[in-house]
């Protein structure tokens, strides 16, 4: 384990971490956002177990994975439609912050609702 690969690993983490708390919490307009906290603990606890496992059990795969670079052009474009697809999210989310914003926590949106505004991009809220 080396120091170089620990700050490499905990930087990214902590500007992916700010990054996608930024763009949950900014359009909300409040951290009393219990559906942003609940996914930012989904993607980033198992994120930051797998980096303590692999920086103790194998610190060249993690190097590798920090370092990712896809050269098969398949892998390319599976790396490039899931990251649109990822920024889409953020994309259409605004809908359902707005909601929280002018409705309080009380007046939450359905699940089915969150989900027909992202997929269609049809205010339903």
Same mark, same amino acid.
């Given at each position: ?45 198992? /994120? &930051? ?7 103790? $059990? ?6 590798? @994975? *920090? +370092? ?23 994309? /259409? &989310? ?7 914003? $002018? ?6 949106? @359905? *699940? +089915? ?13």
């Amino acid at each position: 384990m080396t120091k170089k690969l620990f700050i490499q690993a905990l930087t990214k983490f902590v500007v992916g971490l700010a990054i996608v708390m930024a763009l949950l919490f900014i359009p909300a307009g409040t951290l009393s956002y219990w559906q942003a906290w609940l996914f930012i603990s989904i993607l980033f606890v198992p /994120m &930051l177990i797998v980096g303590i496992v692999l920086m103790i $059990r194998n610190p060249e795969l993690l190097r590798k @994975s *920090l +370092d990712a670079k896809e050269n098969e052009g398949e892998q390319k474009s599976v790396v490039t439609m899931s990251s649109l697809l990822f920024v889409a999210m953020f994309v /259409m &989310l605004p809908n359902h912050q707005l909601h929280v914003r $002018r409705t309080g926590l009380g007046g939450c949106a @359905s *699940l +089915d609702r969150i989900i027909g505004t992202c997929l269609c991009g049809i205010r339903t809220m």
